[in-house]
């Protein structure tokens, strides 16, 4: 396990690119030293093995979200061991892909978005590493890491790859789509895209201190579009395979590119440094014990 403490003295510390995998995105073939590696993390099973591989030298790991071969739906997907084992595998910055719905007219399919902001519509879903025990309150103000965004800008403009630089990115339980009158209301709410997995993952990954950003792919317009088909799996299949396509080559130039000294991420670096409330003498040492990965540096 890399925890915080192979910090060099002066307390730089290695880069390692996390990649949490969407719908069509469940490897990437072709990496150097490659190895897929089970993680054991006390919060349960994580979607997959993980890809432990490098580019150009970066060390890279990668975790298709649905598993391989997509077992899992959204509602199933173990966001807490997933992000816990990412964190285990020594990740400092966290990358997600994601296949998404369209909620605006000027992002068609094929069009990448960068998200800076979400929209947690999500119920029934394990949403926080702390509680009884171990009560924390990290900030969300701003949940994606604006270095990270820079990067896969660039990254993206070099692969010549279009993408909006934010994006409102409201996310659903599903499975199920949305009916008409929830695209509507969530278009109303001046929400860019639609998906069903990136909340929890996002306050998971700020938890546990892993500076996180999303690449939002679109392949429908929903289902409050006139002149365009209510969205089913068909059509965004078919517009999946061509999106993943772009996202491997953006990867590999982010990797290639990526600075190998973890670039600083305020927000995401010191977020539990203000954010645990029960006093040290109260804490649960069992929860505390599970925390050891996402929270070993504050407890
Ligand atoms: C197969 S379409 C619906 C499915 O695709 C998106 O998943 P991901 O964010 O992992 O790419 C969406 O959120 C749904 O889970
Ligand atoms: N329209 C949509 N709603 C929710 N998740 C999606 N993933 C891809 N398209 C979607």
């Given at each position: 396990?890399t925890?915080d403490r192979d ?5 730089r510390?290695q880069a390692?690119?996390?990649i949490i995998?969407?719908?069509g995105l ?10 897929w ?11 997959d093995?993980?890809?432990f591989?490098e580019?150009?030298g ?5 975790l298709p979200r649905?598993?391989r ?5 959204p ?5 807490r061991a ?6 285990r ?10 296949a ?7 992002y ?8 800076d ?7 029934d879903r394990?949403?926080?590493f702390?509680?009884a025990?171990c009560v924390?309150?990290?900030?969300m103000?701003?949940p ?7 990067l896969?800008?660039?990254a993206?403009a ?8 934010s994006?409102?990115?409201?996310v659903?339980d ?25 909340m929890p993952e996002?306050?998971?990954a700020r938890?546990?201190e ?22 089913d ?11 993943t396509?772009?996202?491997?080559r953006?990867?590999r ?13 305020p927000e ?7 954010a ?7 804490r649960?040492?069992?929860i505390?014990?599970?925390l050891d990965?996402?929270?070993?540096r504050?407890?």
């Amino acid at each position: 396990m890399t925890t915080d403490r192979d910090e060099d003295a002066a307390g730089r510390k290695q880069a390692v690119l996390g990649i949490i995998g969407g719908s069509g995105l469940y490897d990437l073939p072709g990496l150097d030293n490659a190895r897929w590696e089970g993680v054991e993390s006390p919060w349960g099973e994580a979607s997959d093995e993980i890809l432990f591989a490098e580019i150009d030298g970066l060390p890279v790991r990668f975790l298709p979200r649905h598993g391989r071969g997509h077992r899992l739906a959204p509602g199933d997907i173990n966001y807490r061991a997933n992000i816990d084992a990412l964190k285990r595998a020594g990740v400092t910055d966290l990358v997600s892909f994601s296949a998404c719905g369209s909620l605006r007219e000027d992002y068609p399919p094929g069009q990448f978005v960068l998200v800076d902001q979400f929209i947690d519509q999500t119920r029934d879903r394990e949403r926080s590493f702390f509680g009884a025990g171990c009560v924390a309150h990290v900030s969300m103000a701003d949940p994606v890491s604006p270095t990270l965004v820079t990067l896969l800008r660039e990254a993206m403009a070099q692969e010549q790859v279009d993408a909006s630089e934010s994006g409102t990115y409201v996310v659903i339980d599903g499975p199920q789509f949305s009916s008409r009158a929830e695209s509507r209301l969530y278009r109303s709410w001046g929400c860019d895209v639609i998906g069903m997995t990136n909340m929890p993952e996002a306050k998971l990954a700020r938890e546990a201190e892993l500076a996180y950003a999303t690449v939002a792919m679109v392949t429908d317009y929903d289902c409050w579009h006139d002149t365009h088909d209510a969205v089913d799996v068909a059509g965004v299949l078919a517009v999946m395979k061509r999106n993943t396509e772009q996202a491997k080559r953006v990867i590999r130039r982010l990797g290639s590119t990526f600075p190998r000294e973890h670039p600083p991420c305020p927000e995401a670096d010191q977020a539990l440094d203000v954010a645990i409330v029960t006093a040290p003498e109260r804490r649960d040492p069992d929860i505390v014990r599970k925390l050891d990965a996402v929270a070993g540096r504050r407890l």
